[in-house]
Structures are given as C-alpha cells and as structure tokens.
C-alpha cells in the first residue's frame, strides 16, 4: 500500500477557503455584523441617556405649553404685522393639547421668525373672550 505524506498548507483549515469568493464574502459579513453591533450599542447608549436626562430633569406638556404661551406675542399683534398668525389654543385638562406640545414648540422654533405663532390658555379667564369668539 501506497502512502503519501498530506503537507499541513495544502488542507486549507476551516476559516480558510479554496475560494477567495467566498473568503472576501465572510469578511463582508463579520464586518456588517460588527457594525450592526455598533450600531446597536450606540442606540442602546442614546436611549439610557435620554432616558435617564428625562428623569433627571423632567419637563412636562403642560410646563412647555405654559412657556410658549409666556413667550407668544400679545394677542393685538394679530393682524398688525405682515407676519401670517398662528392662533393655537389649549387647555391643561386636554389630552390632544399636551400631546401637541412638543409639536406647537417644534413650530415656533422652525417658523418663529416668519410666523407669528400665539398660544392662548384657554383656561385662563382672561382669554374667555377669545375663547367665547372662536369657540
């Protein structure tokens, strides 16, 4: 019987193929998992810390739409400016206004400049007439 000695370079190991290929294929694919990886960490990362600064310091709907009503221009700007208005009124009570708040402060920082944007606490007796005229 016959035997040939098997050199160790010539059996490619498992890692290895005859195939460049399919080397360069696996290589393509450890690298998008590791930067699938990545990118999950870092999600994973931003949301504990955003998480985290909401706990730490809470702002909530009502306090943000109390702001921008502070901030709005008074009420006898409408129609004074050549700025086109935005009359938005809310309530402390209604659930529709308080999940609006983050967009009516999304607004006024976007079109602050070319728009007037006027929040008004419907609530507040002062504004009942306002309140009473657009119902």
Do not use: H
Not at 70 to 77: E, R
């Amino acid at each position: 019987m016959y035997c040939s000695r098997v050199d160790d370079e010539d059996t490619p190991t498992p890692s290895q193929s005859s195939t460049p290929k399919l080397d360069e294929l696996r290589a393509k694919l450890q690298m998008k998992r590791r930067q699938s990886w990545g990118y999950f960490a870092l999600g994973l990362t931003a949301s504990a810390s955003s998480y985290a600064l909401n706990i730490l310091n809470p702002e909530t709907e009502t306090q943000i739409l109390t702001s921008l009503t502070s901030s709005s221009p008074p009420i006898s700007s409408i129609g004074t400016t050549s700025k086109p208005t935005v009359l938005e009124f809310w309530a402390p009570w209604c659930e529709n206004c308080k999940a609006g708040a983050y967009n009516a402060r999304r607004m006024k920082e976007k079109y602050g400049g070319k728009v007037n944007v006027i929040l008004v606490d419907g609530d507040d007796r002062r504004n009942s007439w306002l309140v009473d005229r657009f119902r």
